[in-house]
């Protein structure tokens, strides 16, 4: 992926920069891409886990609106860090994404789970923010955040 400043409509979702958006990806690489696309575009509450243990806790601390979350990797898949956030009840209404290079069984597995939506690697810039900012206001209009 490579970084391009991008700007949506204030209109389109006026209080969308405002989001806290947590990244969870393995690879450091992928999650400073990604904040760093979301960050041009005008997110300015974006946090990264490289360690899937790590990120229940970080969930609780960090608070965020929208995470979006790596299927593969080690130790904890994202579809079971996904379970244990939709068994909480007070994590229900944080949106989550998947960015996966994994197949459509985990693509089917994780919105028959609760995700939002789906995002297939590799993802350009302009489509990874177009597909954040529309993924907020599908939660506004649905009353989900």
Excluded: H, W, Y
């Excluded at 997110?43 to 608070?63: G, Q, W, Y």
């Excluded at 299927?71 to 998947?98: A, F, T």
């Amino acid at each position: 992926m490579t970084e391009t400043t991008i700007t949506q409509p204030d209109d389109l979702l006026p209080n969308a920069f405002g989001k806290r958006i947590l990244v969870v990806d393995d690879v450091p690489l992928v999650c400073k891409v990604v904040e760093n696309q979301l960050k041009a575009a005008g997110f300015e509450n974006v946090a990264s886990e490289t360690n899937p243990r790590l990120v229940m806790d970080l969930i609780s601390d960090f608070k965020p609106d929208m995470i979006l979350l790596d299927i593969l990797m080690p130790e904890i898949s994202g579809i079971e860090l996904l379970k244990q956030i939709r068994s909480n009840p007070e994590l229900d209404q944080i949106i989550v994404l998947m960015l996966s290079a994994a197949g459509r069984d985990e693509q089917f597995e994780s919105l028959e789970l609760g995700a939002l939506g789906f995002m297939q690697k590799p993802i350009t810039a302009i489509d990874f923010v177009q597909t954040v900012t529309g993924k907020f206001c599908l939660a506004k209009r649905l009353g989900i955040q």
